[in-house]
């Protein structure tokens, strides 16, 4: 069965300091998708993210990086300069390659409170 | 595209009335998923729909709940008799290749 921790439930940093997001997945398949999520205050979903199993390149967006590694099933996710506007809740995510849709499981979430 | 489009954005109702939550997907994308949101257990996969053919219903919590989806365009998810504990935020998703799509979400209080 898939799974994904957050164990970090709340986070406080002060604006410019670099953060980091830890995902922790498992799964039997060989083939997933990872993803992030940002749900701010509003409380819509905002898409991320998306990593494929067989692409362990790690991505850089803007202030936005992710750290893939099969070796130790983590998925985690940097952001640099923090800044207020980034206050949300995150969600890492898994979604394994089924033959019937592919159903998509959430960590319980990492509330990151950044400060001015 | 619009989107995912979720109704009501907010419902109010009274413990044990009826409640019908709606969800249009996106144009084109065979799979529809319904997710339930609280404080305590997060963000819960209820049911998913894949080509509008029920595919894990396992999340659904109790056969007070129930989602149909009639066609590509239209599902709906229904709680008979509602009650209080059903109160949450309710979001339905789309997917096609590219990735998950999710609506709004629907606050449900149920008083």
């Known amino acids: 069965a898939q799974k994904v921790t957050q164990a970090q439930t709340e986070i406080s940093v002060v604006e410019k300091e670099d953060v980091t997001l830890d995902c922790v997945y498992e799964?039997?398949?060989?083939?997933?998708?990872l993803f992030w999520y940002k749900q701010p205050p509003s409380g819509e979903l905002v898409f991320l993210i998306r990593r494929n199993s067989f692409d362990e390149q790690n991505e850089i967006s803007g202030r936005y990086s992710w750290n893939f590694q099969k070796s130790t099933s983590s998925f985690n996710f940097t952001i640099t300069a923090s800044q207020v506007v980034d206050s949300a809740v995150y969600f890492c995510a898994l979604s394994e390659a089924k033959e019937y849709g592919n159903k998509l499981v959430f960590g319980a979430g990492t509330i990151l409170r950044v400060k001015s | 595209d619009a989107g995912v489009i979720q109704s009501p954005r907010h419902e109010v109702t009274e413990m044990g009335q009826e409640v019908t939550l709606r969800c249009k997907p996106i144009s084109g994308h065979n799979s529809l998923f319904w997710y339930r949101q609280t404080m305590m257990r997060g963000l819960e996969l209820l049911i998913y729909f894949n080509n509008n053919v029920p595919i894990d219903d396992s999340g659904m919590p109790e056969d007070r709940f129930s989602a149909k989806m009639p066609n590509a365009s239209f599902s709906t998810l229904k709680i008979q008799p509602s009650e209080p504990r059903d109160s949450a935020v309710y979001f339905c998703?789309?997917?096609?290749?590219?990735?998950?799509?999710f609506g709004s979400g629907t606050r449900l209080t149920v008083v």
């Open positions: 799964t039997r398949d060989t083939t997933y998708y």
């Open positions: 998703a789309s997917f096609a290749g590219a990735g998950y799509t």
